[in-house]
C-alpha cells in the first residue's frame, strides 16, 4: 500500500485523482473476490490464500526496477521529513473508524435488526457501494479540490449515520439502502486525504506520507469495533459511529477550507 499510494502522490494533479479512484476500484474489488472465494467452498479459507499469494507474486513482476545510480546519489543526503498535518491524518482516522466498524460489527449490526440470515449480502452491498462514487468524485476533484469534497462527503455520512441511528432498518431492502449509503460516501475518505496529503508533501516525503495516513487508518480501525461497544449493541451503535468518522473528517475540512480562505485573502 505504501508503495502504490507513494507512486500515485507523484504522478500530475490531473492524473492523481483518478489514480487513486481506480486503486480504490481494484482494491473493493478484491475484498469482495475475497469474500466470494471464502464462502465458495468448504476449503474456502485456503483457496482464498493461495490465490491471495499468487496474486501478489505476480504483482511483484510489474514493480519497476531502481536505478542503482540515481540511489545512490539520492541515498547521499536524506532531508528531513515532516509529520503530516493533523487536517490530512483526520480523515484516515475516519476512515479507519467507518471501515473498522463497518467490516467488524456489521453483521452484528444486522443481527439486531433480526435479519442476521443476509449479513453477508449487507456487508457485500456496502463493499461495493464503495465503487459507485470513485471516478465521478475523482473528476471533481479538480475544480473543487480534496478538501471541499471531504466536506461534502463527511457530511453526508454525516446524515447517513444520524438517519439510521434515529430510524433504525428493520426490513432486509432498508438495510441495504443504508448499506449502500454507507459505502458509497464512506469509502471516500482515505482516497480523498492521501490524494490530498500526498499532493502537498514532497518528493521524498510522499512514502513518509503514505505510511503517515495508513498508521493513522489503522488506528481508526483499531478504535472503532470498541466505540461501537460504548455506543451500544443496539441496532443503533454502528450507525451512531459512522456519524462519529463523518464529524472527525468534516471538523477537518472545514478546518482546511476556513485556512485556504485566509491564504486567499490579501
Wanted: include cysteine.
Amino acid at each position: 500500500f505504501v508503495a502504490c499510494e507513494s507512486w500515485l502522490g507523484a504522478k500530475p494533479g490531473h492524473v492523481r485523482p483518478v489514480g487513486f479512484a481506480l486503486y480504490m476500484v481494484v482494491n473493493q474489488l478484491g475484498i469482495a473476490l475475497g469474500q466470494l472465494g471464502v464462502d465458495s467452498s468448504s476449503r474456502g479459507f485456503t483457496t482464498a490464500l493461495i490465490l491471495s499469494a499468487a496474486i501478489y507474486a505476480g504483482a511483484i513482476l510489474f514493480v519497476p526496477r531502481r536505478n542503482e545510480a540515481v540511489a545512490s546519489a539520492v541515498n547521499k543526503t536524506r532531508p528531513r521529513v515532516r509529520i503530516a498535518s493533523p487536517r490530512v491524518l483526520a480523515p484516515a482516522v475516519a476512515s479507519g473508524v467507518f471501515v473498522g466498524a463497518v467490516l467488524n460489527t456489521g453483521p452484528l449490526f444486522v443481527a439486531n435488526a433480526g435479519h442476521s440470515h443476509v449479513a453477508g449480502s449487507f456487508i457485500a452491498s456496502v463493499v461495493l457501494a464503495g465503487l459507485l462514487l470513485q471516478l465521478p468524485v475523482a473528476r471533481l476533484s479538480g475544480p473543487y479540490g480534496s478538501g471541499r469534497l471531504i466536506q461534502w462527503t463527511a457530511l453526508a455520512l454525516v446524515c447517513v449515520g444520524v438517519t439510521a441511528a434515529l430510524m433504525p432498518p428493520h426490513s432486509t431492502l432498508s438495510l441495504h439502502i443504508v448499506g449502500t449509503a454507507m459505502g458509497a460516501f464512506g469509502f471516500l475518505l482515505y482516497p480523498l486525504a492521501a490524494c490530498g496529503g500526498l499532493a502537498e508533501a514532497q518528493p521524498h516525503e510522499r512514502q513518509a506520507t503514505s505510511g503517515q495516513l495508513l498508521l493513522a487508518f489503522g488506528a481508526g480501525a483499531t478504535c472503532a469495533p470498541s466505540l461501537v461497544i460504548v455506543f451500544g449493541s443496539s441496532p443503533r451503535g454502528l450507525p451512531l459511529v459512522v456519524a462519529l468518522a463523518g464529524l472527525i473528517a468534516w471538523s477537518s475540512a472545514v478546518d482546511l477550507a476556513s485556512r485556504s480562505v485566509q491564504r486567499a485573502r490579501p
